[in-house]
């Protein structure tokens, strides 16, 4: 396989917000300045890349993807938020005190070098020009969490769905294939989507000498990583057109249309998607809502490091969850994950505690759905346990037509005791809607819903939440930017650092409620809060 590789060394620095371009020597460093790489890693797709990219481009945005950064920098000093290369190195300098999102891509070929195909002057809005026709082109997004920037390793996904025209018994040489069908013409770096379907494109395969059967050729398309279904027309020489309903696309699969091409021989089609482009299979990052896998380093015998590297990995922890603490054992992400909207048993429940450590190593959780889980979250709960460094997107919303069930909502977390939780970002919406007044205490919050120390401390760090926290008909209920509900006994402390809650809502709340008792210790950022209150206090 190729390997690309992109360099991107960050140093915490003043003034980035600037829309205008800045010079480098401008710009002096702050006391928080740190350097980092980003390797783009072997290309992972299903197949050995045909083509050689011959542009490389790196955007900068602010964490939610509202506003573009001027941070990376030019040959000549400059700092801009988009730039565009012949090679894989990009130099930028981060904020240590900010998030960012860093989109990338690649195109481009020896025979055309890509020129006209796509304008990628926007990444989150990469279109595919008039008249031309998509070819094979590749993405990543990276979310990359305020404080000091450890390695972080990037691989890059094609944009783009194979189609290839299978014939089962023979067709004559020099003919025409023509395949007309709507085409995704847009395509968002940002969230992996693709969209604007054109109609009316056409494509072209003319069949080789000698009659053929077997491959006739290929094309691509745009497809997000989801996947979509199209109509298509297929008409062979002069022969009566054909029609294709509901052929199946996704990003990085081959579809194969196989049948006898000749209305003289039959008109029987059929229409796979085919999982063998290549290896390795970049779709076990999206899971089924079924499958679990056992990861292949667990031991239930002897805790150690265990590697998460799937969809069906993921859900395998939730599900084992139930019936054991793992303590002693460290999970480690190695991939992006797309829990595709499936429903979502958390990491820890009810009745057994999460007492691991899971290191997401700024790896993505997407499109988590967790649904009326009382203890919800990419977790539910966690006790002695560490989770750092993972950024979760999607919903957690539990809702209950029963007058005092009471529940504790966050992003990453439902509940976390004598736990530590850093580096993570929040970017679900987090809803607890009641059918009733209830009088239950219940506790909803970006990053945690609940957090207790009595037996150890807990500490929340370096955290971010985007997502909007909410409760309807909860008479008795506490809702915070990052926390619900944090209490502390008996001499031990809770410690919150460098937490950041205002790109989200409630926007003004970092602690729905803090209790504070038998000598215990609680601090925002070195200030101490308030019993029964929240923190912030509000002005009266």
């Known amino acids: 396989m190729k390997k690309i590789l992109f360099s991107l060394l960050a140093g915490a620095t003043m003034l980035l917000g600037s829309c205008s371009k800045e010079s480098v020597d401008n710009l002096a460093p702050s006391a ?17 890349s045909t083509v050689t990219p011959t542009r490389y481009i790196m955007e900068v945005w602010s964490l939610d993807g509202s506003t573009a950064e001027n941070v990376i920098k030019k040959a000549d000093g400059t700092l801009v938020s988009h730039l565009e290369l012949s090679s894989g190195s990009f130099t930028a300098l981060l904020d240590k005190t900010k998030a960012h999102t860093c989109l990338f891509w690649a195109d481009g070929s020896v025979a055309d070098n890509n020129n006209g195909v796509y304008n990628a002057a926007s990444l989150n809005a990469v279109t595919l020009n008039t008249g031309k026709v998509a070819t094979e082109a590749y993405y990543a997004m990276v979310v990359l969490p305020k404080g000091t920037k450890p390695a972080v390793a990037v691989t890059l996904k094609r944009a783009v769905a194979k189609v290839t025209l299978v014939e089962t018994a023979a067709v004559e040489a020099g003919k025409n294939i023509v395949v007309t069908y709507p085409n995704n013409t847009v395509f968002n770096a940002l969230d992996g989507a693709a969209g604007t379907p054109t109609t009316g494109y056409k494509t072209t395969i003319t069949t080789a000498a000698g009659k053929l059967t077997g491959a006739l050729g290929e094309f691509y398309m745009l497809s997000s990583a989801g996947g979509e279904t199209v109509d298509m027309t297929i008409k062979y020489a002069s022969e009566p057109i054909k029609s294709l309903t509901n ?294």
């Open 32 to 48: 928080a300045e740190t350097t980092f790489t980003v390797n783009m890693a072997e290309l992972q797709t299903r197949a050995t």
């Open 247 to 540: 052929v199946p696309l996704r990003q990085n699969y081959n579809t194969n249309i196989k049948g006898e091409f000749s209305s003289l021989l039959s008109k029987t089609f059929t229409v796979t998607a085919d999982d063998t482009w290549g290896t390795p299979d970049i779709d076990i990052s999206i899971w089924d809502g079924i499958t679990t896998a056992q990861p292949a380093d667990y031991d239930p015998n002897t805790s150690g490091t265990v590697k998460i590297t799937s969809a069906a990995e993921l859900a395998w922890l939730g599900k084992e969850s139930g019936n054991t603490s793992f303590e002693g054992y460290t999970f480690i992400l190695t991939t992006d994950i797309n829990l595709n909207d499936h429903w979502w048993k958390p990491i820890g429940s009810d009745n057994q505690y999460f007492k691991g450590t899971f290191n997401g190593q700024n790896h993505t959780v997407s499109n988590l759905k967790c649904i009326n889980s009382k203890r919800g979250g990419l977790f539910g709960r966690i006790a002695d346990a560490t989770v750092k460094d993972v950024t979760v997107s999607g919903s957690v919303i539990s809702t209950s037509s029963i007058d005092g069930d009471a529940y504790e909502l966050g992003g990453i977390a439902g509940s976390a005791k004598n736990s530590n939780i850093s580096g993570c970002t929040n970017q679900c919406s987090v809803t607890l809607d009641l059918r009733v007044d209830s009088y239950n205490n219940s506790y909803v919050g970006g990053i945690v819903g609940y957090v207790s120390a009595r037996e150890g401390d807990s500490a929340l760090s370096d955290n971010t939440n985007t997502g909007s926290v909410s409760v309807t008909n909860q008479k008795v209920s506490f809702a915070g930017g990052i926390t619900g509900y944090a209490n502390v006994y008996y001499g031990r402390t809770v410690t919150l650092t460098s937490n950041t809650y205002n790109g989200g809502t409630p926007a003004n709340v970092c602690i729905g409620l803090c209790e504070i008792y038998q000598g215990g210790t609680m601090t925002i950022d070195g200030q101490s809060a308030t019993h029964k209150k929240p923190f912030p206090v509000p002005v009266e």
